[in-house]
């Protein structure tokens, strides 16, 4: 069989190339697939992307008629990029609507996009616990996200009818990713460095309001072994429009990864707290709440402290586990937020 074509937004970000490091030390990947990736720089594709095996595209995601391009020739869209940036996924969507049908060859081509559980959050500003947990097999309660939430235009595009039968569309929806990844990219997550980072700026332990919202959690390693379950599994559906026994996809698309309890943002700021006094850097081992009115003060303007560190976003993977055999490893969450102390304070001497 032919290699399976493939092209990547997002190689060199936080999860995709911890996912294509994986991917690429695999021992059948070099036979099974030829990759495809867009890439902002020439001197990024020559330093990086184009020595690890794969074929770098210049351009952005907002070089849309490339996209398009790149995937109406390609079997399978990995879209590790800007979740929120919708022209680019109607681009590819275009793309692999309009892709030719070989005979022989995939009939259905497949995208595995990259949302968040940023999707579920509420407004709660660290002052709530919410009891609500969003179960991605259960396709009536996530009906009835509304279009407003963060990523849902995005996801509301992928998730449309009329690419039922044409495109398989699975969406990935993370939670709180923690961990230093691997690969040709950015080693680093979001959330839990921003919240160290300002509060290393202000020399004190910040959290938003009394701390008390609660989001899941899953280590980069693990969410990367999830994104290569997936693929292969997508690879295996029935091409002949058969549904029996098959992976949840389009209409049911929304695949959350998280792994044990949730935790509360209260609990991050805590172990920063601690970790402060131990380091020398405020020996109060206390942690100072922010209303909204005191986010312009303490949090960069812009940076949506509010949302990503004060909502409640919780989540299950019921497919994962169930249907994928998916099982994460990592666990240890306070060591490290411990180490991301550390390494941020080191970084400053």
Do not use: C
């Not at 599994?233 to 029996?244: F, H, K, V, Y």
């Not at 929304?254 to 020398?280: C, H, M, P, R, T």
Request: glycine residues 8%; without cysteine; hydrophobic residues 35%.
């Amino acid at each position: 069989m032919a290699p399976v074509r493939v092209f990547i937004t997002g190689v060199t970000g936080y999860i995709g190339s911890t996912a294509l490091d994986l991917l690429l030390n695999k021992e059948s990947t070099r036979s099974k697939y030829t990759l495809r990736a867009l890439v902002r720089s020439q001197e990024k594709a020559e330093k990086d992307v184009r020595p690890a095996g794969i074929e770098p595209v210049i351009g952005s995601l907002d070089d849309t008629d490339l996209l398009e391009k790149e995937a109406a020739n390609a079997d399978v869209v990995l879209s590790f990029a800007d979740a929120d940036h919708l022209a680019s996924v109607k681009a590819i969507l275009k793309g692999l609507e309009h892709r030719p049908r070989p005979e022989g060859g995939r009939r259905r081509p497949i995208l595995i996009h990259t949302s968040g559980t940023g999707v579920l959050l509420d407004g709660a500003n660290g002052n709530h616990t919410s009891e609500v947990i969003y179960h991605d097999n259960d396709v009536a309660h996530l009906s009835t996200l509304p279009p407003t939430q963060p990523h849902r235009n995005v996801d509301l595009e992928i998730i449309n009818p009329r690419l039922k039968g044409v495109v398989d569309a699975y969406i990935v929806a993370p939670p709180t990713i923690w961990g230093f990844g691997t690969g040709l990219g950015n080693h680093n997550s979001i959330q839990v460095p921003h919240n160290v980072k300002v509060s290393l700026q202000h020399k004190r332990a910040l959290q938003i309001g009394k701390g008390l919202n609660y989001w899941s959690k899953v280590h980069v390693i693990d969410l990367a072994h999830f994104y290569i379950s997936l693929l292969e599994r997508a690879l295996q559906e029935p091409q002949d429009g058969s549904s029996t026994g098959s992976l949840p996809k389009n209409e049911d698309a929304y695949y959350f990864v998280q792994e044990g309890d949730d935790f509360a943002w209260g609990e991050v700021a805590q172990e920063i707290a601690k970790v402060f006094k131990s380091l020398g850097v405020n020996d109060s081992g206390e942690v100072t709440g922010t209303t909204p009115e005191q986010e312009d003060a303490f949090w960069p303007a812009g940076s949506s402290s509010g949302l990503l560190l004060g909502g409640n976003s919780r989540s299950r993977a019921v497919k994962a586990i169930e249907l994928l055999g998916w099982e994460p490893k990592y666990t240890d969450f306070k060591a490290y937020i411990a180490e991301e102390v550390h390494r941020q304070v080191n970084l400053q001497k």
